[in-house]
Structures are given as structure tokens and as C-alpha cells.
């Protein structure tokens, strides 16, 4: 599966923005999709991720409450929309898919066999 991430920016303290990953191929509804960010001189961490077939969405705490992960599968995309953002949350943000994922794997990026480019978030304070 290829992926395409898009919908970065540049917003201040407060402000949304929406994340787009476009995927190819006809049975991406089998696939568990999931966000990871990756701030500069830091590891890349888990955000949220979404299992197949519409089934429950899971979050890091960091990002509870303000973030919402969702998949439209007709449109082969999964969008993950980001509300009242903060400067921590600058980043650029990638999006990863894998068929096999597991509760107990999901926020382990070794999960994830596809991955996107990946798209900057930048939150000015």
C-alpha cells in the first residue's frame, strides 16, 4: 500500500488543522491506519491509530481529548483532525498502515510496513 500525507501547516496556539492520508489499493479497509509524529532530536511517537473496517480509533493520552483519528474507506482515507494545538505539538506527522495490527501492538511503529512522507505541523506559541 502507498500512502500520501498531507494538510500540514503552520497554525498558531489553539488553531486545527486536518491530516489527509490518501492510500492505494483496493483493500485498504482491511488495514489498520495510524498517525505517529516525530518532533527534530526526538523519537518518532505514537498519536492515534484507526482499525479496519471502521473499528475503534485509540490515542495517546497527549493527544485525547483534542485530536480525532477517522477513515472514510470509499475514498481510501483516513483523516486525523487536530483541535486546540499546541506548540508540543509541532512535528511532522506520519501516517503507517499494516494489515496485521494488533491491540497490543498498535503503537509500536515496528507494526507498520507502509508508510507515508510524512507532513509538518508547526504551532506557534
Known amino acids: 500500500v502507498q500512502l500520501q500525507a498531507s494538510g500540514g501547516g503552520l497554525v498558531p496556539a489553539g488553531g486545527s488543522l486536518r491530516l489527509s492520508c490518501a492510500a492505494s489499493?483496493?483493500?485498504?479497509?482491511?488495514?489498520?491506519v495510524a498517525w505517529f509524529r516525530q518532533a527534530p532530536g526526538m523519537d518518532r511517537d505514537f498519536v492515534a491509530a484507526?482499525?479496519?473496517?471502521?473499528?475503534?480509533?485509540y490515542y495517546a493520552d497527549s493527544v485525547k481529548g483534542r485530536f480525532t483519528i477517522s477513515r472514510d474507506n470509499a475514498r481510501n482515507t483516513v483523516y486525523l483532525q487536530m483541535n486546540s494545538l499546541r506548540p508540543e505539538d509541532t512535528a511532522v506527522y506520519y501516517c503507517?498502515?499494516?494489515?496485521?495490527?494488533?491491540?497490543?501492538?498498535?503503537?509500536?511503529?515496528?507494526?507498520?510496513?507502509?508508510w507515508g512522507q510524512g507532513t509538518q505541523v508547526t504551532v506557534s506559541s
Open positions: 484507526i482499525f479496519r473496517n471502521g473499528g475503534r480509533s
Open positions: 503507517a498502515t499494516d494489515p496485521s495490527v494488533i491491540l497490543s501492538n498498535l503503537a509500536a511503529q515496528t507494526a507498520y510496513a507502509d
Open positions: 489499493g483496493r483493500t485498504f479497509s482491511r488495514y489498520t
